[in-house]
């Protein structure tokens, strides 16, 4: 079965920095989808990335596919306050039992002053 | 309404009843999902519907868990005999599932408390 593994699962990060969330797994697939969840809310989707080499960018977070690499990152610049959250990558495939998106175990990103 | 609906949006029981969660997908999509989440965890898969096809159930944790999809619109997710354990937030997802883009949206959640 696909494995999706982030990291770090937790990142504590100065305003103003740049920061790089990794998101490996372990078969083939080439769509992948991050979303972001906050405290008590539900999954909010963020980037849709559906061939290898899409890049996607949305104000301070930008999102890259790797698929011959099997990676994805979620890349933050000049971090601020509201974008402490959890940010869940979820990988498409078919050949398993768990649902069609494999869900990684989030990255709890705290951004402070 | 445009989004994933779920009612209720808290449901506290005691332990050994039978609760019903309910799903209104998105209008047009054929797919949906059910996920369940502990406590600052991650996402635990828990059961697929596409379209008329057979669900896939391989997530469900226990025979106490079932769900059904109605008319290929609304979803409910029926736990009996309920266990402390089940205490989670149950999360409902839907996708249009065309073509290569199978993107899922995720409602409010029912968050379970079972005492």
């Known amino acids: 079965e696909l494995k999706v593994e982030q990291n770090p699962l937790f990142l504590s990060m100065q305003e103003g920095k740049n920061y790089t969330i990794y998101c490996n797994y372990s078969?083939?697939?080439?769509?992948l989808y991050w979303y972001r969840q906050d405290p008590g809310k539900s999954l909010e989707s963020l980037f849709v990335l559906l061939s290898n080499g899409a890049v996607k960018q949305e104000g301070r977070l930008m999102a890259s596919l790797d698929t011959k690499a099997r990676l994805s990152t979620l890349h933050i610049t000049a971090a601020v306050h509201d974008l402490s959250a959890t940010y869940f990558c979820a990988v498409e495939y078919y050949g398993g039992s768990q649902g069609n998106l494999i869900f990684g175990k989030g990255t709890k990103l705290s951004v402070k002053p | 309404g445009a989004g994933v609906s779920q009612s209720p949006s808290n449901k506290v029981t005691e332990k050994g009843k039978d609760v019903e969660l309910r799903c209104d997908p998105i209008?047009?999509?054929?797919?949906l999902y059910w996920y369940r989440q502990s406590l600052g965890q991650g996402l635990e898969f828990l059961i697929y519907f596409q379209g008329n096809s057979a669900p896939d159930k391989s997530g469900l944790p226990s025979d106490r868990f079932s769900a059904e999809r109605t008319g290929g619109s609304v979803s409910t997710l029926t736990i009996q005999r309920t266990q402390q354990e089940d205490s989670a937030v149950y999360l409902c997802a839907s996708s249009p599932h065309e073509g290569r883009r199978n993107e899922q949206f995720f409602g409010p959640g029912t968050r379970l408390t079972v005492l």
């Open positions: 078969t083939t697939s080439d769509r």
């Open positions: 209008s047009g999509h054929t797919a």
